[in-house]
């Protein structure tokens, strides 16, 4: 006798994924969120599914004056209106976004080694530091994971005192003289240095030149 349609669809329906977690809400794998799919046993055959990568920016001295600071070659554009443009960017990536400001040489130091624990790559515009801090120099060579140094200007085609940066020798790769938008190139390269980039953007976005 045949079955009722409605039993041919429930048995053929595929089941739906349900998160399960470890103790204190952590997911059963170090990044990764956890998946529990209903086996034919009536029980459950956990797989993973990989978290966000997380991002880092680290904005130097007198960049919370961007938009009023020499505008002739930093631009007009606000720190606040770069870190809201990041932010929407960062959810195109499907990363998570920590985003800081500095005028003190000893807490971006403190950042940069905390980053070692909540953060995947860092993007980083030293500003004045770049030409004279050892200290984070040292700190950035204990990252492991990818360094994106920024600049908003074109730091070589300016005067010998912010031409040469002492930083580039310790970072993955430097991005300098796009303004503002330097920080949106900045957040694309990191990821696709994590090898990270969403599936849903185009070839050349995730890979390039093949």
């Known amino acids: 006798m045949a079955q009722p349609?409605?039993?041919?669809?429930a048995r053929n329906r595929t089941p739906m994924p349900l998160p399960i977690r470890g103790a204190g809400g952590r997911s059963v794998a170090a990044g990764c969120a956890a998946i529990?799919?209903?086996?034919?046993?009536?029980?459950?055959?956990?797989?993973?599914?990989?978290?966000?990568?997380?991002?880092?920016?680290?904005?130097?001295?007198?960049?919370?004056?961007?938009?009023?600071?020499?505008?002739?070659?930093?631009?007009?554009t606000r720190l606040d209106a770069i870190e809201k443009s990041?932010?929407?960017?960062?959810?195109?990536?499907?990363?998570?976004?920590?985003?800081?400001?500095?005028?003190h040489e000893g807490v971006i130091v403190d950042l940069i080694q905390s980053a070692r624990e909540s953060a995947?790559?860092?993007?980083?515009?030293?500003?004045?530091?770049?030409?004279?801090?050892?200290a984070i120099i040292d700190a950035l060579k204990i990252f492991e994971g990818p360094i994106i140094e920024l600049h908003v200007s074109n730091i070589?085609?300016?005067?010998?005192?912010?031409?040469?940066?002492?930083?580039?020798?310790?970072?993955?790769?430097?991005?300098?003289?796009l303004g503002p938008y330097g920080?949106?190139?900045?957040?694309?390269?990191?990821?696709?240095r994590l090898g990270r980039v969403p599936d849903a953007l185009p070839q050349p976005v995730r890979v390039g030149p093949v």
């Open 5 to 9: 349609a409605s039993a041919h669809r």
């Open 36 to 76: 529990a799919w209903p086996s034919k046993s009536f029980g459950f055959v956990a797989r993973e599914r990989p978290m966000p990568s997380r991002l880092m920016i680290i904005n130097g001295p007198n960049l919370n004056l961007l938009g009023i600071r020499e505008p002739h070659i930093y631009g007009s």
């Open 86 to 103: 990041c932010r929407e960017f960062a959810g195109v990536l499907d990363v998570q976004l920590a985003f800081h400001q500095s005028n």
């Open 120 to 134: 995947d790559a860092i993007i980083v515009n030293p500003a004045g530091f770049s030409f004279t801090s050892v």
């Open 156 to 177: 070589h085609a300016r005067d010998e005192l912010h031409r040469h940066s002492k930083v580039s020798a310790s970072v993955t790769a430097v991005i300098c003289g």
């Open 183 to 192: 920080y949106i190139v900045a957040m694309q390269a990191a990821v696709q």
